[in-house]
């Protein structure tokens, strides 16, 4: 990563979920990460691990829009699936303090998801 301006970390992060690459969201996710989903918080181990169990269903990431202003970014895409959900809007707000992601909160749909989780706990016991 050439640049480590807001939105190019923004765009980054979000590739590499879709890219299903965990080296890429250990170098650009901050050590003190704190993210927020649902309720609940994570640090950056339990973040990546979430992500990593979504990771079979996920066919890809599609960066719909992106909005910055100083160290804050939202992000808008669509979180492709295999699954019978498809395609899930997304939105991320996101922290980037020199060229890493220390905060995360993510809002999406969760009926719209389900069925996300539920083939993936099906797939689990196949």
């Known amino acids: 990563m050439a640049s480590t301006d807001t939105e190019t970390v923004a765009k980054a992060y979000i ?6 690459d ?3 969201l ?3 996710l901050d050590d003190q990460l704190r993210a927020e989903f649902a ?6 181990e339990a973040w ?3 992500l990593k169990r979504l990771m079979p269903a996920l066919v890809r990431d599609e960066i719909r829009e992106v909005f910055t202003g100083g160290e804050r970014a939202c992000i808008v895409y669509d979180f492709v699936t ?12 996101l922290t980037v303090v020199d060229g890493r992601v220390t905060q995360i909160e993510l809002l999406l749909d969760r009926a719209a998801f389900a069925p996300v989780n539920a083939e ?5 016991t196949r």
């Open 15 to 20: 590739q590499a979920v879709g890219a299903h």
């Open 39 to 44: 309720g609940s918080t994570s640090d950056k």
């Open 82 to 93: 295999d699954t019978s959900a498809g395609a899930v809007r997304c939105v991320e707000l």
């Open 120 to 124: 993936l706990a099906e797939r689990a």
């Open 48 to 50: 990546i691990t979430a």
């Open 22 to 24: 965990p080296d890429a």
């Open 26 to 28: 250990d170098r650009l």
